[in-house]
């Protein structure tokens, strides 16, 4: 199992581009999200996706879509972006259920907007 | 809402002795669970320990150990005989229990660097 994969590592854009983070789990778990982590700030849940086609707005959805068409993906889309976007970007992912403890971590994407 | 809140921004610790990272939170549920994760510079986050809130036994996992306090809401991570690979920051986290949609959200709290002195 390749766990749950994230590309690219480090991205810089420039203030108005777009882009897509890709997320990736081959755990076959229902529940994703992701998350943005600042310094000083800890980390905060931008989307989560309970299964295929569910989606919803966690604490910081502002500038940001995803989607879920499949089990396997769920990638984060910055239409437009803005220097309060730079960022270190983590998915994460689990099994749904009561004894659904642990969730499992990308490595992160650094994102820079300049 | 829940809110997850570390005090010590920094700590550090001579290689072989113990040293206590705490965290307070806050919430109206009675069904929970509890995180310590561990981000070392390559950003990857661990898990180090969790507890769950109906438990009453404090969790222990090696060299880690927690100190539980369900009514104080206090949930401090103990790290024993501490080694240069334990410098990370180390993040707090909080669950609710049950299955519902949202409830897999992680709260988070700010975090606390760790520094081991060799």
């Known amino acids: 199992n390749a766990g749950v994969t994230q590309t690219p590592k480090f991205q810089v854009l420039k203030t108005g581009q777009s882009m897509t983070l890709q997320c990736a789990q081959d755990m076959n778990h229902e529940y994703m999200s992701w998350y943005r982590q600042d310094p000083g700030m800890g980390l905060r849940l931008i989307h989560y996706?309970?299964?295929?086609?569910?989606?919803d707005q966690g604490e910081v959805p502002n500038g940001y879509n995803v989607s879920r068409s499949t089990t396997e993906d769920f990638p984060l889309r910055l239409l437009s972006a803005a220097p309060s976007q730079t960022s270190v970007y983590f998915c994460a992912s689990s099994f749904r259920g009561l004894t659904a403890y642990e969730q499992y971590f990308g490595p992160g994407t650094r994102l820079t907007v300049t | 809402a829940q809110t997850v809140t570390q005090s010590q921004p920094e700590m550090s610790v001579q290689e072989a002795e113990t040293v206590t990272l705490s965290c307070t939170y806050d919430t109206s549920e009675s069904d929970y669970y509890l995180f310590w994760y561990k981000q070392p510079p390559s950003r990857q986050m661990i898990l180090v320990i969790r507890?769950?809130?109906?438990?009453?036994q404090n969790a222990t996992e090696n060299r880690f150990s927690v100190n539980f306090q369900k009514a104080a809401k206090s949930f401090s991570l103990k790290i024993s005989d501490s080694q240069l690979g334990d410098a990370a920051m180390y993040f707090c986290a909080y669950r609710r229990a049950d299955s519902g949609g949202s409830n897999y959200k992680l709260t988070f709290g700010k975090g606390t660097l760790l520094t081991v002195n060799p």
């Open positions: 507890q769950e809130a109906y438990k009453q």
């Open positions: 996706s309970v299964g295929a086609g569910i989606t």
